[in-house]
C-alpha cells in the first residue's frame, strides 16, 4: 500500500486545486444527487479516503453524516488537519469494523489496483454487507495497462482495469454495475503519449526508481483551467 509521506503531501496540497481531483469530487457529486437528490441526510463512507480532499467537498456541499478511513497514518494525520472523522483502518480486513446494512453510499476511489484480483473481491463483499439495500458503491479506477507509468510505479499500482476486468471481479459478487465512463478519455491521447515516453524511459534504465513522483502535482493556472474545462465536455 501506498505509504509515502511526500505523495500523501503532495496529494493534501493538491486535492482542492487539480483539475483531475476537481472533475472527479464533482462526478461523485453528481452521482450521489443522481440517486438521492437533494437529500442531505444519507450515511456516507469514504473507505481509502487519502488526505480527506472528497470528504471535505462532500461536507462543504452540505452532507454531514460522513466518515472514512485509510491505512496510512499519514494520510489520516492530514485528514485530521481538515477537522474529518477518519480512522486508520486496514481496507483488506475491515469486516467488523463497521454494522452491516449502514451506509448509504460507499465511496472508494483510486485504492483497489494496489491489490490482486481476490483480494479486490473480498473489498467488495465487505462493501456489499455494509451497504443498505437501496446503497450506492463508487468507485473510480485507473484504466487500462497500456496507460502504466511512473505514476503507476509512485503510488504502489499493480494493475490497470477496463470494464471487463470489473466484471469478472464481480462475478460471485451481489452488486451490479449500474453506470461507468471513462471520462478522462479526451485528453488520452496526452496521456498516452507521455506514458508511453516513460515506459521507454524505464526500459532504457533512464529514470532512477527511488526518486520517482507521481503525477499529482498542479500546472500554471493556464493549463490547469484548460485540462478541466476539456475533461469537463
Known sequence: MLINYDEYQAMYQAEEKLWWYKVL????LKEIQNKFGENKQIIILDA????GGLMSFLIKNGYQNIQGFDYSVDAVNFC???NLNVQQIDITNFETIFEDNIFDVIINDDVVYQFE???IKKIFLTFQCKLKFNGILITNNNAFKIFYGTHDIAVGGKQRFSLSDFKNILDGVPLKIV???YWSLILSPLILGVRLFQQLQLKLNLIDLEKIKSD????SDFL????YR???I
Not at 224 to 227: C, I, L, Q
Open 179 to 181: 453506470y461507468h465512463s
Open 230 to 232: 476539456i475533461v469537463k
Open 216 to 219: 499529482v502535482s498542479v500546472p
Open 80 to 82: 485530521k488537519e481538515r
Open 25 to 28: 469530487h464533482e462526478k461523485v
Open 224 to 227: 490547469n483551467k484548460f485540462f
Open 48 to 51: 481509502g479516503c487519502g488526505t
Open 117 to 119: 484480483n481476490s483480494t
